[in-house]
């Protein structure tokens, strides 16, 4: 099916290194093949299933200031109408099985911020801090699900899998051959399914999934131009934690995370 789709993009300069930009553009996504044949004896699929469309908007800033001082700033919008998604319902004998189907239109908006600061000391040593962090109000607008033989609202319920806040800031440090970086990750709560089911079902598939922090740590060494070596700690605190609630393989359950990890490598340039 051919789909006619809108883009516009422009930009404002206001001067060699700071500019305003924004665009509007829509999508379309047709019911697929993949969508009507279930994937397992566990799964069915509605046979009314609608094709999906929408648009998005986004708006902001970005360039330098005071020499030192990098920043991207953007404002988003998302329009998502007979959305696709999963449901964990129960048949008549009890049984919960997965239902894909059209559930709702959603709108999510949101706000992408960049800032990055470098600061030399000397001629060999240069220090940066930064910080990507990104709020989303992402929800449901209209929509109805069954669940227990009863049609259930879930309009200005939260979209499932969509964190408040998702934020990634680090601080880099460079003395001559040498470079190391420190990253601290932050990711808000957020559910598993449309109806925002805060108590995790018998099988796992439905449920709260909790915010969760790390801190990672990566160095690299050059010696003598010729060899290079890198080191890495991931999880340094060894944080226990689990990112989503699989409804099929391998689930249902939970998806751990991984515990402390080290990294070690050598390379030789030839």
Known sequence: RRQRKMCIRGKYNVNKENVFYGGISEAYRPVIFKDIIPASTLEKADKNLKDAKGFNVEAGTRGKLFTRLQ???????????????????????????IYRTNIG??????????IQY?????????????????????RYIKGEVASGGANKSI???????????????????NYKNFSSTFLYSYVSSSY????????PSANGARGYVPSYS??????????????????????IFNKQYFTKRPTFYPGPGIWPSDGRGFTFTVGVKI
Do not use: C, M
């Open 105 to 114: 239109d959603s709108r999510s908006n949101g706000l992408e911020v960049y």
């Open 192 to 199: 598993s399914d449309a109806f925002n089911t805060f108590t």
């Open 71 to 97: 920043y991207d700033i953007s404002y988003f919008h998302i329009t998502y109408n007979n959305r696709l998604g999963t449901v964990v319902l129960q048949d008549n004998a009890g049984q919960p099985f």
């Open 118 to 138: 470098k600061h030399p000391f000397g001629n060999s040593l240069f220090t940066s801090i930064y910080s990507s962090t990104a709020y989303f109000d992402a």
């Open 214 to 235: 790390l801190l990672d740590f990566n160095a690299s060494l050059r010696v003598a131009q010729l060899y290079q070596i890198r080191f890495g700690i991931n999880n």
């Open 155 to 173: 309009e200005n319920q939260r979209i499932e899998a969509v964190p408040k806040w998702i934020s990634r800031n680090g601080i880099d440090i």
